[in-house]
């Protein structure tokens, strides 16, 4: 199947080589051509370079918005007509970094990122908040472990979301494990207390049943 990847930076790159090693094909956009392009070269024959955000999607019954929390509105806006059928995975955490570098939280405490990224998108379009819990680093380490697989937790509102997400889950080489709806998505960011946990499925049941 095809999923495309709108934003190669650091978690888009990890999530397409772990997608493409499981056999997933890829179309890749970013800002910058060239950076989609490395990427392409360096996966080889499963990913190709889209024209533009918008030819991404064609074809492909996923994407990932592996973009900065303040590019998302302006990227949806700009391709909402062909999400309407897709799975919408959004890994972002609602971070920004100020002129003195320091990252500071977008959102008011207590407003999941899940919640308003939903708002953004057009009606039809299946939003699932997965594949931003771990640093790319640590995202990459801990994939296809064995003998027990490490967990990746998603978030949605939506059954069918969830059963598509969870395909791309096990595709990057992890079980997935869901820890609710779109407002639960918090839990999953930085400063969650499901972030950047590397932890086998009866840990993460126990751990989502004990909060
Ligand atoms: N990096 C991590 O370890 C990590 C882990 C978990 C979650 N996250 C979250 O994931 C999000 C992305 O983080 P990141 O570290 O991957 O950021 P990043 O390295 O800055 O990458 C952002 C990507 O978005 C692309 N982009 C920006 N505007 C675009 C547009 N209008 N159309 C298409 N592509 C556009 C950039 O393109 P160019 O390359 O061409 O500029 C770049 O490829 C953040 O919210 C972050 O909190 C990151």
């Known amino acids: 199947m095809?999923?495309?990847?709108?934003?190669?930076?650091?978690?888009?790159?990890?999530i397409a080589r772990q997608l493409a090693s499981g056999g997933e094909n890829l179309r890749l956009s970013s800002a910058?051509?060239?950076?989609?392009?490395?990427?392409?070269?360096?996966?080889?024959?499963?990913?190709?370079?889209?024209v533009d955000n918008g030819d991404a999607l064609h074809g492909a019954s996923a994407v990932v918005l592996a973009l900065r929390f303040t590019a998302l509105k302006g990227v949806i806006d700009e391709i909402a007509d062909p999400l309407t059928d897709?799975?919408?995975?959004?890994?972002?955490?609602?971070?920004?970094?100020?002129?003195?570098?320091?990252?500071?939280?977008v959102l008011p405490k207590g407003q999941s990122s899940g919640?308003?990224?939903?708002?953004?998108?057009?009606?039809?379009?299946?939003?699932?908040?997965?594949f931003g819990t771990m640093s790319a680093d640590l995202f990459e380490s801990s994939s296809n472990r064995s003998p027990e697989p490490a967990?990746?937790?998603?978030?949605?509102?939506?059954?069918?979301?969830?059963?598509?997400v969870e395909?791309?889950?096990?595709?990057?080489?992890?079980?997935?494990?869901k820890v609710g709806g779109v407002k639960q998505?918090?839990?999953?960011e930085v400063?969650?207390?499901?972030?950047?946990?590397?932890?086998?499925?009866?840990?993460?049941?126990s751990l989502i049943d004990g909060a």
Do not use: C
């Open 185 to 188: 998505s918090g839990r999953l």
């Open 115 to 130: 919640e308003v990224v939903a708002g953004w998108l057009p009606v039809g379009a299946r939003l699932a908040m997965a």
């Open 32 to 50: 910058d051509k060239e950076s989609a392009r490395t990427l392409a070269a360096e996966i080889g024959g499963g990913a190709v370079v889209a």
């Open 151 to 164: 967990v990746l937790f998603y978030a949605t509102d939506d059954d069918r979301a969830g059963q598509e």
């Open 2 to 14: 095809t999923t495309a990847i709108i934003g190669t930076g650091g978690i888009g790159s990890a």
């Open 86 to 105: 897709k799975l919408v995975v959004v890994p972002s955490n609602p971070l920004s970094t100020d002129a003195q570098g320091h990252v500071f939280r």
């Open 191 to 205: 400063g969650g207390d499901l972030h950047d946990l590397v932890v086998g499925p009866e840990q993460a049941r």
């Open 167 to 177: 395909r791309l889950i096990r595709t990057a080489g992890f079980e997935p494990v």
